[in-house]
């Protein structure tokens, strides 16, 4: 399936909106962009200029507001750019003044049922429900997500991300709904994952799975259970992102989902 520009456009948007309260603070709406900022977290993959739409006559002014605006918050400057963002030439413009690729995200959507894949026989999925299940959550998220290997290609995570995930759980945004799962072979927690929705999006996160419980089909099953809630809230599309070329991306493709476009996250480092 090959979606319109304008509703790929909308799953960035439905993105940013079900990250706020998580992993997004503040979302600054200016002339030609949003600047996306996280008061806890100062990682740029949570800190960055998006939905780059202006003429190429403001396209420099732009830049240096986003340089500005991102080094008053301690941040390096960073924007994200599709291949919606306008014009055509900000990729050029801002590698001119010194901004380098840093990621590459692969954003996905749920296209058709994947072949049989059966569930571990001895792994259950619980929601999280208690401040007790989210200390559980917050532990497998670092066992999965805290290290710096090949397969973690994010690199060894901030403490600051655990405290960001504990925020969002006391304090729920009023316009997303959110599920977080843990994933259990007898009373051993191996694995997570997130559904976040709003307005007919659904997007899955957090999925990860402890490094001695890998390659058993265990953050599969979590995902195609987000697939299954998020189909159960009625969403219309259901995304996700990931590393552009990983082999997480191909086993999403073996689950289902499809690569409808990619995204570039441009930084300065200096």
């Not at 590459?104 to 299940?133: C, F, H």
């Not at 299954?228 to 590393?243: F, G, I, W």
Request: proline letters at 4%.
């Amino acid at each position: 399936m090959t979606m319109s520009s304008d509703m790929a456009q909308a799953i960035e948007k439905a993105h940013y909106r079900n990250q706020q309260g998580m992993f997004f603070s503040e979302m600054k709406v200016i002339d030609g962009a949003v600047l996306l900022y996280s008061d806890i977290i100062d990682d740029f993959f949570w800190n960055y200029a998006a939905q780059v739409n202006i003429t190429e006559g403001r396209v420099e002014e732009l830049i240096q507001e986003v340089i500005t605006f991102y080094r008053e918050k301690k941040r390096l400057p960073s924007v994200y750019v599709t291949p919606f963002s306008k014009p055509n030439k900000t990729s050029k413009c801002l590698e001119n003044h010194g901004f380098k690729v840093e990621l590459r995200d692969a954003w996905m959507i749920y296209e058709k049922e994947p072949p049989a894949i059966g569930k571990p026989k001895a792994l259950t999925i619980e929601e999280v429900k208690s401040n007790q299940q989210m200390e559980i959550f917050v532990k497998v998220f670092y066992e999965a997500y805290g290290g710096a290997s090949p397969e973690e290609p994010y690199g060894e995570l901030a403490a600051t991300y655990g405290e960001a995930i504990r925020l969002s759980c006391r304090n729920p945004s009023k316009e997303t709904n959110v599920i977080n799962y843990i994933g259990f072979v007898g009373e051993k927690p191996v694995g997570i994952g997130t559904l976040i929705s709003s307005n007919g999006f659904g997007g899955i996160y957090n999925v990860g799975t402890s490094s001695d419980s890998r390659r058993e089909g265990i953050g599969s099953a979590i995902s195609l259970r987000a697939v299954e809630d998020s189909m159960k809230q009625r969403n219309t599309v259901t995304y996700l992102m990931t590393e552009e070329g990983s082999y997480v991306e191909e086993l999403y493709r073996k689950l289902g989902f499809c690569t409808e476009f990619v995204g570039e996250g441009y930084v300065l480092s200096e």
